[in-house]
């Protein structure tokens, strides 16, 4: 039997057969980590991924759907860390996704080096807010600000946590584009796909996708752009197919 606490409510991960808990005095999930999740690589039968800030469970939850291999999730927020547990439980996953209550930066040493076959991760996207935004809502500002761990912090303990060869896969924004590829490469991680997002035809992009190997040669490809929506404000056929599966 499902405990819902508070003004928790249990929703539809639509193109799956999937629920998950989400709150709205919490971050939930957005269209970013759905992306990432199709995005990144992963492999099929079997192997070890890692989703760091992992939220509400819901990026391990929808890489279980494309991978048959071991998830572990890592969140520091005691209540999204406990929402994932519970929703990990309900969807009958709990054999093949594990939740880590932890700081990231704790990770290579608590789960050892070079372990994982990838590691994905949807971190904060913004520089410290001030302590005005903090107080407003704790859960929102970490979600979204580098309070806990910055994007060094991010790319530094993924480089470490991932083998020679392996894969990391992050979802950004377009505006550190630059900082991404220069960190990823100062930890060994060569950039080998990217992807940019973009709201509508015509409109700069806000959303971008990155993939890199351990210790890869240099060979970089662009991907074509993804477009969210139509000039009616519907979904582009694309999107409408990773969000509602196909018709």
């Known amino acids: 039997?499902?405990?819902?606490?508070?003004?928790?409510?249990?929703?539809?991960?639509?193109?799956?057969?999937?629920?998950?808990?989400?709150?709205?005095?919490?971050?939930?999930?957005?269209?970013?980590?759905?992306?990432?999740?199709?995005?990144?690589?992963?492999?099929?039968?079997?192997g070890n991924i890692l989703d760091l800030c992992t939220g509400n469970g819901v990026i391990p939850l929808l890489l279980s759907t494309r991978?048959?291999?071991?998830?572990?999730?890592?969140?520091?927020?005691?209540?999204?860390?406990?929402?994932?547990?519970?929703?990990?439980?309900?969807?009958?996953?709990?054999?093949?996704?594990?939740?880590i209550h932890g700081d990231i930066k704790d990770m290579p040493k608590q789960l050892g080096y070079g372990k994982y076959d990838v590691v994905t991760c949807n971190p904060p996207y913004f520089k410290t807010?001030?302590?005005?935004?903090?107080?407003?809502?704790?859960?929102?500002?970490?979600?979204?600000?580098?309070?806990?761990?910055?994007?060094?912090?991010?790319?530094?303990v993924s480089g470490r946590l991932v083998r020679p060869g392996g894969k990391v896969a992050l979802v950004h924004r377009p505006g550190r584009f630059l900082e991404i590829v220069e960190l990823m490469r100062k930890y060994k991680i060569e950039p080998k796909r990217i992807r940019f997002v973009y709201p509508k035809l015509g409109k700069e992009a806000n959303t971008l996708l990155i993939e890199g190997t351990k210790d890869g040669k240099p060979d970089l490809k662009i991907l074509p752009p993804l477009i969210v929506y139509r000039d009616n404000n519907e979904y582009t056929e694309e999107v409408h197919e990773i969000l509602y599966g196909k018709e």
Not at 4 to 25: F, H, M, N, T, V
Not at 136 to 154: F, P
């Open 1 to 46: 039997m499902l405990e819902l606490k508070g003004d928790e409510r249990l929703d539809y991960l639509l193109a799956e057969d999937l629920r998950i808990i989400q709150s709205p005095s919490v971050f939930s999930f957005s269209l970013d980590a759905v992306l990432l999740s199709k995005f990144a690589y992963l492999p099929i039968q079997k």
């Open 129 to 156: 807010p001030g302590q005005e935004e903090i107080n407003k809502n704790e859960h929102y500002a970490i979600a979204r600000h580098e309070i806990y761990c910055t994007l060094e912090d991010v790319i530094r």
């Open 67 to 99: 991978t048959k291999g071991h998830i572990t999730g890592v969140e520091i927020q005691d209540r999204l860390y406990d929402m994932a547990e519970r929703s990990i439980a309900y969807n009958g996953l709990s054999e093949r996704i594990k939740m």
